[in-house]
């Protein structure tokens, strides 16, 4: 990675963690999910507001480390509108697409747990419309 790609990633990070987009508990939800890796204090809620199999709208409250942060920030711009079976099948290359592999690769859960969790909360909805 070139400096320059190396400095616009970091500026990247940056914004996210200090301008969280989407940040904020969301009363409406139709599901919200707490997780996160306790033992490194990095912990994220999501929220999903469904509509017609996707999500319709998405928020995300949390603690703990720059990567953790920005990532929960980064990954709601990216999934809003995004049907539920597509994020069921997400990976994380996802993440390592959106942050880069030298991020992931250096600290791989705190990248990678918004994505952990927004597939659980995803799995509770629909848990949650089976048992109506």
């Known amino acids: 990675m070139s400096d ?11 914004d996210h963690y200090q301008n969280p987009r989407n940040h904020g508990e969301m ?5 919200h999910v707490e997780g996160g890796i306790p033992d490194c204090s990095d912990l994220i809620t999501i929220y999903l507001k469904v509509e017609d199999e996707r999500i319709a709208d998405i928020s995300f409250t949390g603690e703990g480390c720059t990567i953790s942060q920005a990532s929960a920030s980064a990954l709601t711009e990216q999934v809003k509108g995004m049907p539920l079976a597509e994020i069921e099948n997400l990976d994380h290359e996802f993440i390592i697409d959106m942050l880069s592999e ?31």
């Open 4 to 14: 320059l790609d190396r400095a616009a990633l970091l500026e990247f990070i940056l």
């Open 27 to 31: 009363p409406d939800a139709d599901v």
């Open 102 to 132: 030298e991020i992931v690769k250096t600290r791989p859960r705190c990248a990678t747990v918004s994505l952990d969790v927004l597939r659980a909360a995803v799995r509770a909805y629909r848990t949650k419309q089976v048992r109506g």
